[in-house]
């Protein structure tokens, strides 16, 4: 394993704390959309169907678990925890997600590796992945002034793929390992996805001001 | 050397 994808690893793993210790601690989830925490928590569910039965590394079950595990229960507390689902803001957090679900489906169908269960499913949780940043996105722009954690959450989020991204160059030129071509396009939808959100990030950071999205 | 996915990242 290489640098970037540890580093990338990190910044995923570190976003999902981030998100986690805004419910624990200040139990509230406002400014985050449920939305998008599904479709992580399908992306996982579809992703790791291999968990049990293709052992990679003690360290590859472990944050598969941890993936799993803190997904399914943001969602839960979002959805179920008496005083955290209170601070969800369910009417701005309005974009249909189950849109993005059967096109990916489909995509996954027609443009996969190898047309077994196992590898379209994972085909379609890179598809899924790569726009399900898109409600959370929206849910920001909308409520515009977004509080420390949550700016955190998403910056860490973007920074992850981008990380990734840089680990399958060094891979190609280090490793005979190439990714398929179909997770570079998610990987690179995904990072572009976030670009806007970077740039006006680094500008607060850079002036010392509140994060703000223009209207 | 694979010419398709390993799977091995998360």
Redesign the interface.
Known sequence: MNIFRLAGDMTHLFSVLVLLLKIHTIKSCAGISLKTQELYAIVFATRYLDIFTNHISPYNTIMKLIFLGSSFSIVWYMRYHKIVRRSYDKDQDTFRHYILILPCLILALLINEKFTFKEVMWTFSLYLEAVAILPQLVLLQRTRNIDNLTGQYVFLLGAYRALYIVNWIYRYFTEDHFVHWITWVCGLVQTLLCADFFYYYFQSWKNNMKLQLPA | ?10
Do not use: S
């Open positions: 050397p694979t010419g398709g996915n390993l799977h091995d990242e998360l």
